[in-house]
């Protein structure tokens, strides 16, 4: 039997692994790799994500942007990270560019809502530390022009946002981003107003 101590050490590299991620650590075949991870999840060491996902992790954070490759968590997740914004978001939303059958997923009483976006949108993130890994985060500039291209977020709300944290937004790189997005009504505001500085 393989030492779940070190099996789950192991594990814990992986924000979100599979029943093949068990199998090439413990070199076994797929049969007894599911068996593994049957057994582990019936002891509550590991929690099902979806089929054929698991994590050693509760935090939703950690695994939300580790679901689906290439992705990142934007949109008012992002805005209530940064601390743009005081609302509390009930969903953790993931930009994507591949297609998914599932759009949520619910995790530690926590929605994830995925949503695909064109290629030529798909910028604008990096790696963010949280808890002892890293999860893929949209830039203050990007989670913005990503709610508002998504409908998420209203002008008012929008506008509101970058008048209480002028100083902390990047405004030439938010209007190049809508630019880039073809968010127009806007990019003339903006630019109006980046122009009275």
Do not use: C
């Not at 998420?152 to 946002?161: G, L, Q, R």
């Amino acid at each position: 039997m393989v030492n779940r101590i070190n099996l789950l050490k192991q594990l814990g590299q992986y924000p979100v692994f599979t029943v093949k991620n068990v199998k090439d650590i413990t070199d076994k075949k797929s049969d007894y790799a599911k068996l593994v991870v049957h057994r582990l999840k019936k002891a509550g060491l590991i929690f099902a994500v979806e089929r054929n996902r698991y994590t050693i992790h509760s935090d939703p954070w950690i695994i939300a942007s580790h679901i689906v490759w290439p992705s990142y968590i934007s949109s008012w997740a992002a805005i209530r990270y940064y601390n743009l914004t005081e609302q509390l978001p009930t969903y953790i939303q993931v930009v994507t560019t591949r297609p998914k059958k599932r759009r949520k997923t619910r995790f530690s009483n926590t929605t994830i809502e995925f949503i695909r976006i064109k290629r030529k949108n798909f910028f604008g993130f990096g790696k963010v530390p949280h808890g002892d890994t890293d999860i893929f985060m949209a830039e203050k500039e990007k989670a913005l022009a990503d709610a508002l291209y998504l409908r998420h977020i209203s002008y008012e709300t929008f506008s509101e946002i970058l008048r209480e944290h002028r100083k902390e937004i990047d405004i030439r790189r938010l209007i190049d981003y809508l630019k880039r997005m073809g968010v127009k009504r806007i990019i003339k505001r903006g630019e109006a107003d980046d122009n009275k500085k």
